[in-house]
């Protein structure tokens, strides 16, 4: 079922691709960029595209909607999207087995996860004999949520099982009948969580504080290739990125407007995320936090210690350019 989907998928993807008629230059400087869901995480992507910095620097960015990271990254390695904004951990797994994949640079520096349940749950504890819905099975959030419950002393399978969901609205949406007990979610969709009756039992920030979260990753084929568009592309969301930071309340209206997400939702969680330097402001990689996410995979990826340095994945020539040709000094 999970591969029928993955080719209806890109085949209709690659029908919209086709049935939109343009020139060779159009062509150049078109980009589709995958995302799992709207959230307030994608905020800079949204300030690229509805404040004209992509146009500026004349990009055409197209947004498509994934609902799975595993399908996200298959989408990327195929070809059917030039970048996936999305935690780092999927396409260090596909690297690991053979992907030219790299990650460009990051917009999320820490991730900020919460674990919410049912109204029977009330503790982590509680959770030991249930079903935990997860978006993937290989991703970011799941491999966070292994932390958090191990930290109780719960360990997968033995003491609890995952099944994967997909998007935020569908593993909510079990939690209502408890047909699963928990799931991980990000801090623009904790209020409606709260508002819809599912307690917060636990922060990540409480069990691992630094980790990096929402990144730039490109075929490292294709940006050889593209280089221009690459650093272009870069320009302009590190772009938006300096404006969510400069234009806090046309930025939380930006939120609402592209997320969905009631104002008074996005304007809690907009200035917390800019308070707690949630959202980058020069698109640079948290290498600390990016270290300690290749530790956490680390057991159950690779064979032996030492772990991999972020190095392995990461390419930071193409943000280079784009930092001098803004002006922008970083240390790296």
């Known amino acids: 079922m999970k591969r029928n989907f993955q080719y209806r998928f890109f085949g209709v993807l690659l029908l919209a691709l086709i049935a939109v008629p343009m020139s060779l230059s159009e062509a150049a400087d078109r980009l589709i960029i995958g995302n799992v869901s709207r959230t307030l995480e994608q905020l800079p992507n949204y300030a690229a595209s509805d404040r004209g910095f992509f146009a500026q620097e004349g990009v055409v960015g197209e947004v498509v909607l994934i609902g799975s990271t595993d399908t996200l990254v298959q989408a990327l390695i195929a070809g059917q999207l030039q970048v996936a904004i999305v935690d780092p951990s999927p396409a260090i797994n596909a690297i690991e087995r053979g992907a030219s994949l790299k990650i460009i640079g990051g917009t999320i520096p820490r991730a900020a996860y919460s674990l919410v349940s049912c109204p029977r749950y009330k503790s982590i504890p509680e959770l030991k004999g249930t079903t935990i819905g ?90 050889e290739t593209n280089s221009q568009l690459v650093v272009r592309y870069l320009r302009a969301t590190v772009r938006a990125m300096q404006w969510v930071h400069a234009n806090k309340e046309e930025a939380i209206e930006l939120a609402a407007k592209r997320t969905g997400i009631a104002l008074k939702y996005t304007r809690i969680g907009v200035n917390d995320y800019l308070a707690r330097g949630i959202y980058s402001r020069d698109g640079s990689v948290n290498r600390d936090g990016f270290q300690r996410l290749i530790n956490l995979m680390g057991e159950r990826l690779f064979k032996q210690r030492p772990y991999p340095s972020p190095d392995k994945y990461l390419d930071m020539s193409y943000l280079r350019r784009a930092h001098q040709d803004l002006g922008i000094t970083v240390a790296w």
């Open 134 to 223: 997860v978006v993937s099975l290989v991703s970011g959030s799941t491999i966070f949520l292994r932390e958090i419950l191990r930290a109780h002393g719960l360990e997968p399978s033995r003491d609890y099982a995952m099944i994967q969901l997909g998007p935020t609205t569908q593993r909510l949406a079990s939690l209502k009948t408890c047909a699963t007990s928990a799931t991980m979610i990000l801090g623009g969709d904790l209020y409606t969580a709260r508002e819809m009756g599912y307690p917060e039992i636990a922060r990540l920030q409480d069990y691992v504080p630094d980790l990096q979260f929402h990144s730039f990753i490109v075929d490292s084929r294709w940006a």
